[in-house]
Antibody, heavy 122, light 107 residues
Framework: EVQLLESGGGLVQPGGSLRLSCVGS????????MSWVRQAPGKGLEWVSA????????HYADSVQGRFTISKDNSRNTLYLQMNSLRAEDTAIYYC???????????????WGQGTLVTVSS | DIQMTQSPSSVSASLGDRVTITCRAS??????LAWYQQKPGKAPNLLIY???SLQSGVPSRFSGSASGTEFTLTINSLQPEDFAIYYC?????????FGGGTKVEIK
């Protein structure tokens, strides 16, 4: 069974840092690009960041550019999101997502992880 | 950035009804569009990809179509389990963007 399991969420003060992790299983992790998508409480979906299968090429939403860093450790089947200079508006459930297939430029997502909640508040 | 304008933001419907949700892209996205369903407290679930391809395991009452930059999700014969929020997503270029969502409610 294909699974994505996020961890690392929690309560952090404004200006603080947090690192999210996502472990993939049931598929060849190294063959897939991966992304993070977030959802603020009661709001819609927002794509945050993506990395290629090898973890070299990266992309970011303007709202997190320069503050968040995505990385991928294929030896550990793990995707990371390092979040620095956190703001109240970063409060959200963060989902780890995998493209449906490995083909390049396939950017629709299935499966999704269960999500991890990040709360930025003093 | 490509803007995705989704409408309506909510719709009330009865069991057995046909529901249509529309998403308009601000520029050509070459039919690189997906539809997701999200139920309360759950992660979104992929329904349709490439504008009209049905994801494995999704009931055939769901269908997608495209006309230029306008995309439509149709739910035929609405079932109790279909009451949820639906999102479109453009997959053509970064930054990837989602529509604002459509809540399908019971009339």
């Amino acid at each position: 069974e294909v699974q994505l399991l996020e961890s690392g969420g929690g309560l952090v003060q404004p200006g603080g840092s947090l690192r999210l992790s996502c472990v993939g299983s049931g598929f060849t992790f190294s063959s897939y690009a991966m992304s993070w998508v977030r959802q603020a409480p009661g709001k819609g979906l927002e794509w945050v960041s993506a990395t290629g299968s090898g973890g070299v090429d990266t992309h970011y939403a303007d709202s997190v550019q320069g503050r968040f860093t995505i990385s991928k450790d294929n030896s550990r089947n793990t995707l990371y999101l390092q979040m620095n200079s956190l703001r109240a508006e970063d409060t959200a459930i963060y989902y780890c997502v995998r493209p449906l297939v490995t083909a390049a430029h396939t950017r629709w997502f299935d499966p999704w992880g269960q999500g991890t909640l990040v709360t930025v508040s003093s | 950035d490509i803007q995705m304008t989704q409408s309506p933001s909510s719709v009330s419907a009865s069991l057995g009804d046909r529901v249509t949700i529309t998403c308009r892209a601000s520029q050509d996205i070459s039919s690189k569009l997906a539809w997701y369903q999200q139920k309360p407290g759950k992660a979104p679930n992929l329904l349709i990809y490439a504008a009209s391809s049905l994801q494995s395991g999704v009931p055939s009452r769901f269908s997608g179509s495209a006309s230029g930059t306008e995309f439509t999700l149709t739910i035929n014969s609405l079932q109790p389990e279909d009451f949820a929020i639906y999102y479109c997503q453009q997959a053509n270029s970064f930054p990837l963007t989602f529509g604002g969502g459509t809540k399908v409610e019971i009339k």
